[in-house]
């Protein structure tokens, strides 16, 4: 799923294209794509794109009528400028080109909502904290609101905005902290580290993605980078260590780490495998 980073430069290349050019035609390619009835699409059709802005993983186009077209990519939805990457769920024909937005795969997650003024944009919004503007105070009391793995409240929508999985381990191998550590039994010091790991991470990847689209249009999105530490590198080496990276597998999503770095040489357990294996299960490196 496209994420903090990947939404910010996904509007910077729309800003150069689409700001202050008129929307001339909205065409939807499925009825699952819409998920509201009022405002009515049409609506937006004829004016003029006033304003971008990220709302969580979401992309908000905001129109001179007050009216916003938010959209959420989901796992699989992508942006295409001018050019069709398979068939299209939806085309926004504007007065400078066209957008069109595709989904990998059969399921149809990608939503488009529309919402007329500000209150209605809000409503859409989980409300977590920005991470890059959040002071360590604020980034200390929402950790603290409930007692989760690290893993889990820096996904959650509700407590920060616009973070995944995909960044969400590589902030905790820039931490050297475990995914599973609770929130309520951070120190001050693994908080600290925690909350600059996560300013540095995200503003890394935004700067390196920016340098990577290098003004075209942004069309290799995704979740696994060459670049990344520890996700997507399950067996590969540690950058700083050189131990293999190691993973926990849960329903379609995995949580890649450094045993060394993140977990004082503890291996986590893998829930299907450490069932599958029992007593044979390897609880650290030397057992591995």
């Given at each position: 799923m496209p994420e903090l980073p990947d939404i910010a430069?996904?509007?910077?290349?729309?800003?150069?294209?689409?700001?202050?050019?008129?929307?001339?035609?909205?065409?939807?390619?499925?009825?699952?794509?819409?998920?509201?009835?009022?405002?009515?699409?049409?609506?937006?059709?004829?004016?003029?794109?006033?304003?971008?802005?990220?709302?969580?993983?979401?992309?908000a186009i905001g129109c001179d009528n007050g009216l916003w077209l938010v959209l959420h990519?989901?796992?699989?939805?992508?942006?295409?400028?001018?050019?069709?990457?398979?068939?299209?769920?939806?085309?926004?024909?504007?007065s400078s080109g066209t957008l069109h937005l595709t989904e990998a795969g059969a399921q149809r997650r990608a939503s488009l909502h529309l919402a007329s003024g500000e209150d209605a944009l809000r409503a859409l919004d989980p409300g977590g904290l920005?991470?890059?503007?959040?002071?360590?105070?604020?980034?200390?009391?929402?950790l603290a609101?409930?007692?989760?793995?690290?893993?889990?409240?820096?996904?959650?929508?509700?407590?920060?905005?616009?973070?995944?999985?995909?960044?969400?381990?590589?902030?905790?191998?820039?931490?050297?902290?475990?995914?599973?550590?609770?929130?309520?039994?951070?120190?001050?010091?693994?908080?600290?580290?925690l909350h600059t790991a996560t300013r540095e991470t995200l503003q890394l990847w935004i700067q390196r993605l920016c340098a990577a689209a290098a003004g075209a249009f942004p069309e290799?999105?995704?979740?696994?980078?060459?670049?990344?530490?520890?996700?997507?590198?399950?067996?590969?080496?540690?950058?700083?260590?050189?131990?293999?990276?190691?993973?926990?597998?849960?329903?379609s999503n995995e949580t890649n780490y450094c045993p060394r770095c993140q977990t004082a040489g503890r291996l986590l357990a893998d829930r299907a495998l450490s069932r599958l294996l029992g007593a044979d299960w390897p609880r650290s490196l030397d057992d591995l």
């Open positions: 430069v996904y509007i910077e290349a729309l800003e150069a294209r689409i700001l202050h050019q008129r929307l001339e035609h909205v065409q939807l390619h499925t009825p699952f794509l819409l998920r509201t009835v009022q405002p009515p699409v049409q609506d937006a059709e004829g004016r003029t794109i006033t304003s971008l802005r990220r709302l969580g993983k979401r992309i990519l989901m796992i699989a939805g992508r942006l295409h400028w001018n050019r069709k990457s398979g068939k299209p769920i939806a085309s926004f024909v504007f920005e991470p890059l503007d959040c002071t360590l105070d604020q980034f200390s009391a929402a609101r409930e007692n989760h793995t690290l893993k889990r409240a820096l996904t959650d929508p509700r407590l920060f905005s616009g973070i995944g999985n995909a960044y969400s381990d590589e902030i905790l191998h820039r931490a050297r902290l475990s995914p599973v550590a609770l929130t309520q039994k951070l120190s001050p010091n693994d908080i600290g580290r290799k999105v995704t979740a696994f980078r060459p670049g990344m530490a520890v996700h997507g590198r399950y067996k590969m080496p540690c950058p700083v260590c050189s131990t293999p990276v190691q993973r926990i597998r849960y329903a």
